[in-house]
Every structure is written in C-alpha cells, then in structure tokens.
C-alpha cells in the first residue's frame, strides 16, 4: 500500500511539473520565443524595403523577448490559417494584430488586450455623398472587400450582408480593388486604414473614419497554458507603468518616419 501510495504521489507530481509548463518557460529554456506574425498589417507588423519584418506589434515583441532574455523568431504565416498553425506547434504564440473574440476565444487563450481598435471603412470617393457609415452600403447595389480569415470580413457578412462581397489574401490587394473601382468599400480596422487612404488610395478613397466595432487586440496562445498568459499579461501591466509602451505606441501612432521605411 505505501509503495502504490509513493508511486501516486509521484505520478501527481510529475504531472503537475508538466501542467505548469508552458512555452514562456519552453522560450527561456530554448533561448527563442517564436511567433506566428502575417506581416501585411500596418502599421502593426509588416515588411519594409530591406525585406526586414517592423511594426508596433513588432516592437512590443522584442520588448517582451528582451524582458524574457530570449531571442525572438517571426514565423511568417497567413493570417487564415494562422490558428491551425498555432495548434500544431509551428510557433508558440500568435502576435498578428489579432482580434480577441468569442468564436476565436474557443479555440485558444488570450493575454489581455495590448490596444483597441475598430472597423472603419475606406470608399469611392464618388461615394462620398451616398455613404455616411457602414448601414449605407447594407444592398445588393454595392460590392464590399477585406482581407479573408479577419474580423473585416465577419463584420462585413453579418453587418453588411447585403452588399456583394469578396475577399482577398492581403490587405493590399484589397484596397486597389476599391481604387481600381471593382469595389465599393474596404472594411477594415482604424490604424491600417488612416494610413493607406494616403499610401495605397490615390486620391481615389474617402476614410470614414469612425469606428462602427470594438475590437481588442491580444496575444494568442494554445488552451490552459496559464503560466504563461500570467506572465504576458503582468510583462504588459509593467510597460504600461513604466512608459515602455507609451514610447513605443508614439514611434508608430504618432509619428509617420516609419513611411519612409517602406518608400
């Protein structure tokens, strides 16, 4: 009986040393924490002219790596299957300008938000005075886009469902359709679209500049690694207080040197 009981209690503890792991103690042990990033999404993570990977998201990682003492290694992956790839362990989190929501929330865990955001719209500029807000393009007469597995697209089939859609594998491509006049309006979140209405419209689009959802952003990890959202999420109440994030919101919300890197 004692040695079934010693055999238990070693069993407990063996699984509880395995519960307790997770992949910021993997990072630490492995020297690289590595992160799943579709790097088309400005100004959150996207690539400049040197081909090098930069962005708000981007600087938030490396203050978390450098915090860690590991290296950090971007996986660059598409956005539509980037939770299957988390799932299978081709990287140890999602940092991707991606949305915390319930349907996503079923599927993995998330740190708290690192900043809020909403859909805007970016339209024809012959449209100007036809579309006020999102419920103006709610009809078959209008064609609407975004970039596909992204919550522009699930705005636009639940709130806009009317209208004509179709989506694109970038968020690129997605606009010059609307500034080729294939398409009425982009759908897409504020801090991308108050960029590419100058960059990417032309002069051909107007940026309704009002966002019509709430959208927290976070870091995306794989269910019941607790230990380690517990880390993400103190590591981010620390660089609130310390003025780490304010820094590093400013670089890229604020300022618009970082164009030139991708001129």
């Known amino acids: 009986m004692k040695k079934l009981v010693a055999s238990l209690l070693l069993s407990v503890c063996a699984f509880a040393g395995i519960a307790q792991a997770g992949v910021i103690d993997d990072a630490v042990k492995r020297g690289t924490l590595r992160v799943g ?9 996207m690539t400049n002219k040197r081909g090098e990977i930069i962005g708000f998201e981007v600087d938030l990682l490396k203050a978390m790596t450098k915090a860690m003492g590991v290296k950090l290694e971007l996986v660059s992956t598409s956005y539509d299957g980037i939770i299957p790839a988390l799932l299978t362990d081709k990287f140890d989190m999602i940092g991707s300008g991606m949305t915390l929501t319930q349907e996503r929330n079923l599927r993995i865990n998330f740190s708290e938000p690192f900043i809020v955001v909403g859909q805007t719209l970016l339209i024809r500029k012959e449209l100007a005075d036809k579309v006020k807000s999102y419920k103006d393009l709610n009809s078959a ?31 690129q491509e997605a606009v010059m359709d609307v500034v080729n006049g294939k398409a009425d309006a982009f759908i897409y979140d504020a801090p991308y679209n108050v960029v590419a209405v100058n960059k990417a419209g032309a002069g051909k689009l107007v940026f309704l500049d009002q966002p019509f ?29 310390d003025g780490t994030y304010d820094r590093i919101h400013a670089k890229w919300f604020k300022s618009t040197n970082w164009l030139k890197e991708m001129e």
């Open 213 to 241: 959802t709430f959208e927290p952003l976070a870091f995306g990890l794989k269910k019941g690694d607790y230990d380690s959202i517990n880390w993400i999420n103190n590591w981010l109440h620390q660089i609130r207080e």
């Open 141 to 171: 007469d209008y064609r609407i886009t975004s970039k596909i597995g992204t919550t522009g697209e699930m705005v636009a089939k639940k709130l806009i469902a009317q209208a004509k859609y179709s989506g694109f594998d970038n968020e």
């Open 37 to 45: 990033m579709d790097p088309t999404y400005m100004p959150f993570e």
